[in-house]
């Protein structure tokens, strides 16, 4: 009974730190970009439209308030600064800063 | 010959309506049709943009007051935009190239090359808009014109992405060489995704309606 219970504990212990481990994984797999010239919702479409030409990407979120856009990234993708900074322009858009934490 | 026009246009809008499952905006690669109507002209432009600095592309215009076409290529071309944490300006050089078709009274399908130039300047932020555009036409005897508008406009409330925004709009148009120099034009503008849509009514009682999409 007691190796029962001690078996169990553990396995669960171990799937939990596996999916804590995911998660961690997962919360990565985004990043943001503060932008100049963010003002119109018409506009910014270009920055969607370009964003999710990319294989890497899953979907994107545009705060016009903040200037602000999110980028989620398929598992284990990635998406380098200059590609990011290419994209930006080619949609009419300064970058201001590019924030991976 | 009005109405052929207006069937004209309102068909090639749907054929790429229903053609147009994506690609916006004036971003690299992006493709838009612009199809504009008011007291004074009807007009399609069908363009392209290479990169963020232009855009090439087909336009055709029906001037109303002398029932005269416009068949061409026009370049766009943007001179300086400046973004900034508040707000967006954009100044632009238009220019087209084509041939001026007329029967117009004693122009019996007369053809002549045509040719426009003109400068654009728009500035707005989320809550207000003001936008300014002039233009010189020249052929050698069908129309010889030079024409300004200036527009301004407010945004009764802040939508976010993704919403239904509404704009209430003044636009002043001046033609120093028409009977009517000045007119006025209250427009509504509407936006959601990818679909831009202007409507108004002039101090002539003339309708303007507007439509864009970019792809």
């Known amino acids: ?101 | 010959m009005n109405k052929i026009i207006l069937r004209c246009f309102f068909l090639s809008v749907l054929i790429f309506i229903t053609k147009s499952h994506a690609r916006p905006i004036s971003y690299a690669g992006g493709w838009t049709i612009m199809q504009m109507n008011d007291f004074n002209k009807h007009s399609f432009h069908f363009h392209f943009s290479p990169s963020i600095k232009y855009s090439i592309g087909y336009k055709s215009e029906f001037w109303r007051k002398k029932e005269w076409q416009f068949h061409g290529t026009q370049l766009n071309y943007l001179i300086k935009r400046i973004n900034t944490s508040k707000s967006q300006t954009n100044f632009y050089l238009k220019n087209g190239l084509g041939i001026a078709f007329s029967d117009y009274k004693n122009f019996e399908k007369k053809i002549e090359p045509n040719f426009f130039s003109g400068l654009s300047f728009d500035w707005e932020d989320r809550r207000y808009f003001t936008s300014y555009e002039n233009r010189i036409n020249y052929n050698s005897s069908i129309d010889k014109f030079f024409v300004q508008k200036a527009r301004v406009g407010y945004s009764p409330y802040i939508g976010k992405y993704g919403d239904l925004h509404t704009w209430f709009m003044l636009e002043i148009q001046h033609m120093p060489n028409v009977q009517d120099k000045m007119v006025f034009t209250p427009l509504l503008r509407l936006f959601k995704d990818d679909y831009l849509l202007e409507t108004g009514l002039s101090n002539n009682n003339n309708f303007t309606f507007n439509f864009i999409k970019r792809f």
Request: with cysteine; charged share 30%.
């Open chain 1, 1 to 101: 009974m007691k190796l029962f219970f001690y078996i169990t504990f553990s396995i669960l212990i171990l799937m939990s730190n596996l999916t804590n481990a995911e998660n961690k994984e997962n919360t990565k797999d985004f990043f943001t970009i503060s932008v100049n010239g963010l003002v119109c919702d018409f506009c910014a479409r270009s920055i969607e439209k370009l964003f999710m030409k990319r294989e890497s990407v899953l979907d994107i979120d545009v705060n016009l308030e903040k200037m602000l856009i999110t980028v989620r990234l398929k598992k284990n993708k990635n998406l380098d600064n200059q590609t990011i900074k290419q994209i930006i322009n080619d949609s009419g858009y300064d970058i201001v800063e590019i924030n991976r934490e």
